[in-house]
Nanobody, 123 residues
């Protein structure tokens, strides 16, 4: 089992920045492949970014490429999402997720989820 807790969400103006964190416990964090997803009201949960267990492989949704950066600190059991140049359409609940079988863009491939943190971007 893996327990994950997201933090760092909040209200920010368009063009601003936020850094999300996801603190993991339980199963060894350093062997897990991690992802960030988001869900806006009335919409399905969607892929944002993923990172391999060693941090060498990263993938991003086209909508955030060049603005968001996913990273991890295995010594601290923590996953990060640096979000710059935020837009109102980035408003959503952001979730971190974990799996142990490679990076993936698909919600259904992840075994463990955090409770989410709200990000609201005002125009």
């Amino acid at each position: 089992q893996v327990q994950m807790v997201e933090s760092g969400g909040g209200l920010v103006q368009a063009g601003g920045s936020l850094r999300l964190s996801c603190a993991a416990s339980g199963r060894t964090f350093s062997v897990l492949d991690m992802g960030w997803f988001r869900q806006a009201p009335g919409k399905e949960r969607e892929f944002v970014a993923t990172i391999g267990w060693a941090g060498r492989i990263t993938k991003y949704a086209d909508s955030v490429k060049g603005r968001f950066t996913i990273s991890r600190d295995n010594a601290k059991n923590t996953l990060y999402l640096q979000m710059n140049s935020l837009k109102p359409e980035d408003t959503a609940v952001y979730y971190c997720a974990a799996r142990a079988e490679g990076t993936s863009l698909f919600v259904s491939d992840y075994d463990y989820w955090g409770q989410g943190t709200q990000v609201t971007v005002s125009s």
